[in-house]
Protein backbone atom coordinates (compact mmCIF):
# COMPACT_ATOMS: atom_id res chain seq x y z
CA UNK A 1 0.00 0.00 0.00
CA UNK A 2 0.98 3.55 -0.56
CA UNK A 3 1.53 5.77 2.56
CA UNK A 4 3.54 9.08 3.25
CA UNK A 5 5.16 10.44 6.69
CA UNK A 6 5.93 13.51 7.77
CA UNK A 7 7.68 12.75 10.54
CA UNK A 8 7.83 16.02 12.14
CA UNK A 9 4.40 17.98 12.92
CA UNK A 10 6.29 21.04 13.19
CA UNK A 11 9.29 23.04 12.17
CA UNK A 12 10.91 26.18 13.70
CA UNK A 13 12.92 27.70 11.87
CA UNK A 14 14.78 31.49 12.20
CA UNK A 15 13.79 33.91 9.21
CA UNK A 16 16.98 33.65 7.19
CA UNK A 17 18.27 30.13 8.32
CA UNK A 18 18.05 27.39 5.89
CA UNK A 19 14.56 25.23 6.35
CA UNK A 20 13.56 21.08 6.00
CA UNK A 21 10.90 19.53 5.91
CA UNK A 22 11.02 16.19 5.73
CA UNK A 23 9.03 13.24 3.96
CA UNK A 24 9.36 9.42 3.44
CA UNK A 25 7.15 7.72 1.16
CA UNK A 26 6.83 3.61 0.38
CA UNK A 27 5.28 2.50 -2.49
CA UNK A 28 5.81 -0.62 -4.32
CA UNK A 29 6.42 0.68 -8.04
CA UNK A 30 8.20 4.19 -8.73
CA UNK A 31 6.78 7.19 -7.51
CA UNK A 32 5.40 10.38 -8.52
CA UNK A 33 6.16 13.17 -5.79
CA UNK A 34 4.56 16.22 -4.82
CA UNK A 35 4.66 18.98 -2.03
CA UNK A 36 2.08 21.35 -1.51
CA UNK A 37 1.40 24.33 0.79
CA UNK A 38 -1.78 25.83 2.79
CA UNK A 39 -2.26 28.85 4.13
CA UNK A 40 -5.02 29.45 6.35
CA UNK A 41 -8.44 30.03 5.42
CA UNK A 42 -6.38 29.08 1.58
CA UNK A 43 -6.50 26.03 -0.18
CA UNK A 44 -3.70 24.07 -1.16
CA UNK A 45 -1.23 25.03 -3.64
CA UNK A 46 0.85 23.45 -5.63
CA UNK A 47 5.14 23.59 -4.88
CA UNK A 48 6.63 21.32 -6.93
CA UNK A 49 7.22 17.80 -7.98
CA UNK A 50 9.33 15.13 -9.09
CA UNK A 51 8.43 13.24 -11.98
CA UNK A 52 11.66 11.52 -13.27
CA UNK A 53 15.26 12.96 -14.13
CA UNK A 54 17.24 15.12 -12.13
CA UNK A 55 16.84 14.48 -8.35
CA UNK A 56 16.85 18.14 -7.37
CA UNK A 57 13.70 19.81 -8.57
CA UNK A 58 12.79 23.48 -8.09
CA UNK A 59 9.64 24.81 -7.21
CA UNK A 60 7.66 28.06 -6.39
CA UNK A 61 8.82 30.49 -3.79
CA UNK A 62 12.23 29.53 -3.77
CA UNK A 63 11.76 25.67 -2.30
CA UNK A 64 13.25 22.93 -3.50
CA UNK A 65 13.27 18.87 -2.93
CA UNK A 66 15.67 16.15 -3.13
CA UNK A 67 14.53 12.52 -4.38
CA UNK A 68 16.62 10.31 -2.58
CA UNK A 69 15.16 6.66 -3.93
CA UNK A 70 17.63 4.59 -1.77
CA UNK A 71 16.15 6.40 1.07
CA UNK A 72 12.49 6.64 -0.46
CA UNK A 73 12.89 10.32 0.68
CA UNK A 74 11.65 13.61 -0.59
CA UNK A 75 12.78 16.94 1.55
CA UNK A 76 11.55 20.21 0.76
CA UNK A 77 14.24 22.89 1.46
CA UNK A 78 14.90 26.23 1.06
CA UNK A 79 18.14 28.00 1.30
CA UNK A 80 17.28 31.07 3.28
CA UNK A 81 13.66 31.03 4.89
CA UNK A 82 10.92 34.39 5.26
CA UNK A 83 8.71 35.05 7.72
CA UNK A 84 5.85 34.69 5.23
CA UNK A 85 6.59 30.59 4.13
CA UNK A 86 4.92 30.16 7.71
CA UNK A 87 2.19 27.62 6.62
CA UNK A 88 1.49 24.19 6.83
CA UNK A 89 2.95 22.43 3.95
CA UNK A 90 2.31 18.27 2.64
CA UNK A 91 3.99 15.58 1.13
CA UNK A 92 2.25 13.76 -1.41
CA UNK A 93 2.83 10.83 -3.59
CA UNK A 94 1.43 8.81 -6.38
CA UNK A 95 2.31 5.02 -7.33
CA UNK A 96 3.36 5.29 -10.90
CA UNK A 97 2.53 1.61 -11.61
CA UNK A 98 -0.69 1.00 -9.68
CA UNK A 99 -3.80 2.01 -11.55
CA UNK A 100 -5.22 4.40 -9.08
CA UNK A 101 -4.69 8.03 -10.04
CA UNK A 102 -5.26 9.47 -5.92
CA UNK A 103 -2.61 10.99 -4.43
CA UNK A 104 -1.64 9.84 -0.83
CA UNK A 105 -0.78 12.74 1.19
CA UNK A 106 0.83 13.10 4.54
CA UNK A 107 -0.57 14.15 7.75
CA UNK A 108 1.41 17.56 7.60
CA UNK A 109 4.16 19.38 9.00
CA UNK A 110 3.88 23.40 10.30
CA UNK A 111 6.32 25.50 9.30
CA UNK A 112 7.17 28.70 12.03
CA UNK A 113 9.38 30.96 10.29
CA UNK A 114 10.18 33.75 13.58
CA UNK A 115 11.80 37.19 12.46
CA UNK B 1 -6.30 31.67 -6.78
CA UNK B 2 -6.23 28.79 -8.09
CA UNK B 3 -9.17 28.33 -10.25
CA UNK B 4 -11.09 25.89 -8.63
CA UNK B 5 -14.25 27.39 -7.10
CA UNK B 6 -16.52 25.37 -4.56
CA UNK B 7 -20.00 26.08 -3.19
CA UNK B 8 -20.69 26.74 -0.29
CA UNK B 9 -17.11 27.58 1.69
CA UNK B 10 -19.49 26.57 4.75
CA UNK B 11 -22.29 24.41 5.81
CA UNK B 12 -23.19 23.58 9.24
CA UNK B 13 -26.38 21.03 8.99
CA UNK B 14 -28.24 18.74 11.82
CA UNK B 15 -27.53 15.20 11.82
CA UNK B 16 -29.99 13.37 9.47
CA UNK B 17 -30.01 16.32 6.87
CA UNK B 18 -28.69 15.85 3.22
CA UNK B 19 -26.28 17.91 1.88
CA UNK B 20 -24.94 19.05 -1.41
CA UNK B 21 -21.68 20.55 -2.23
CA UNK B 22 -20.81 21.80 -5.66
CA UNK B 23 -17.33 22.27 -7.27
CA UNK B 24 -16.66 24.18 -10.45
CA UNK B 25 -12.64 23.33 -12.05
CA UNK B 26 -10.66 25.11 -13.88
CA UNK B 27 -12.26 24.96 -17.50
CA UNK B 28 -10.13 23.12 -19.34
CA UNK B 29 -9.54 20.49 -16.87
CA UNK B 30 -10.90 16.86 -17.62
CA UNK B 31 -10.01 15.21 -14.23
CA UNK B 32 -12.00 16.47 -11.05
CA UNK B 33 -11.17 14.75 -7.72
CA UNK B 34 -13.03 15.08 -3.80
CA UNK B 35 -10.54 14.51 -1.03
CA UNK B 36 -12.34 14.85 2.44
CA UNK B 37 -9.28 16.54 5.60
CA UNK B 38 -10.26 16.45 9.41
CA UNK B 39 -7.82 18.62 11.42
CA UNK B 40 -4.55 17.60 12.22
CA UNK B 41 -4.58 15.46 9.04
CA UNK B 42 -3.46 15.24 5.01
CA UNK B 43 -6.26 15.22 2.53
CA UNK B 44 -7.72 11.68 2.09
CA UNK B 45 -9.35 10.64 -1.46
CA UNK B 46 -12.64 10.02 -1.82
CA UNK B 47 -13.50 9.86 -5.72
CA UNK B 48 -12.25 10.86 -9.23
CA UNK B 49 -13.59 11.52 -12.13
CA UNK B 50 -11.98 11.81 -15.68
CA UNK B 51 -14.57 13.80 -18.11
CA UNK B 52 -17.77 12.39 -16.56
CA UNK B 53 -17.07 9.13 -15.79
CA UNK B 54 -16.43 8.30 -12.41
CA UNK B 55 -13.75 5.84 -12.61
CA UNK B 56 -12.58 5.84 -9.29
CA UNK B 57 -13.68 5.46 -5.64
CA UNK B 58 -12.48 4.92 -2.13
CA UNK B 59 -13.33 2.92 0.91
CA UNK B 60 -14.12 5.95 2.46
CA UNK B 61 -16.87 7.17 0.34
CA UNK B 62 -19.80 5.46 1.89
CA UNK B 63 -23.51 4.44 0.39
CA UNK B 64 -24.37 8.00 1.81
CA UNK B 65 -21.96 9.36 -0.11
CA UNK B 66 -22.54 10.40 -4.22
CA UNK B 67 -20.34 12.39 -6.24
CA UNK B 68 -21.88 13.56 -10.36
CA UNK B 69 -19.72 14.53 -12.83
CA UNK B 70 -22.79 15.74 -15.43
CA UNK B 71 -21.56 16.53 -18.96
CA UNK B 72 -17.78 16.51 -17.54
CA UNK B 73 -18.21 19.92 -16.32
CA UNK B 74 -18.71 20.79 -12.21
CA UNK B 75 -19.38 18.53 -10.28
CA UNK B 76 -21.35 17.67 -6.88
CA UNK B 77 -21.27 15.79 -3.61
CA UNK B 78 -23.92 14.65 -1.72
CA UNK B 79 -24.07 13.28 1.67
CA UNK B 80 -27.54 11.70 2.85
CA UNK B 81 -28.56 11.01 6.72
CA UNK B 82 -25.18 12.96 7.65
CA UNK B 83 -23.01 12.35 10.70
CA UNK B 84 -21.40 13.88 13.18
CA UNK B 85 -18.09 11.60 11.96
CA UNK B 86 -18.88 13.56 8.48
CA UNK B 87 -17.67 17.05 9.77
CA UNK B 88 -14.60 18.07 7.75
CA UNK B 89 -13.08 19.73 5.12
CA UNK B 90 -13.83 18.62 1.59
CA UNK B 91 -11.70 19.26 -1.04
CA UNK B 92 -12.47 19.80 -4.73
CA UNK B 93 -9.08 19.14 -7.28
CA UNK B 94 -8.57 19.39 -10.98
CA UNK B 95 -5.81 18.41 -13.16
CA UNK B 96 -5.22 18.30 -17.15
CA UNK B 97 -4.80 14.02 -18.02
CA UNK B 98 -3.44 13.15 -20.90
CA UNK B 99 -1.99 9.63 -21.01
CA UNK B 100 0.33 9.84 -17.68
CA UNK B 101 -0.59 10.65 -13.95
CA UNK B 102 2.10 13.38 -13.81
CA UNK B 103 0.43 16.74 -13.63
CA UNK B 104 -0.27 18.15 -10.42
CA UNK B 105 -3.91 18.92 -8.73
CA UNK B 106 -5.27 22.43 -8.42
CA UNK B 107 -7.26 22.32 -4.89
CA UNK B 108 -9.93 24.74 -4.28
CA UNK B 109 -10.59 26.65 -0.83
CA UNK B 110 -13.05 23.54 0.37
CA UNK B 111 -16.27 23.43 2.20
CA UNK B 112 -16.38 23.30 5.73
CA UNK B 113 -19.01 21.16 6.51
CA UNK B 114 -20.13 20.60 10.31
CA UNK B 115 -22.83 18.54 11.72
CA UNK B 116 -24.96 19.25 14.94
Known amino acids: AQSVAQPEDQVNVAEGNPLTVKCTYSVSGNPYLFWYVQYPNRGLQFLLKYITGDNLVKGSYGFEAEFNKSQTSFHLKKPSALVSDSALYFCAVRDIEQAGTALIFGKGTTLSVSS | DTGVSQDPRHKITKRGQNVTFRCDPI?????LYWYRQTLGQGPEFLTY????????KSRLLSDRFSAERPKGSFSTLEIQRTEQGDSAMYLCASSLGGGGLNTEAFFGQGTRLTVV
Open chain 2, 49 to 56: FQNEAQLE
Open chain 2, 27 to 31: SEHNR
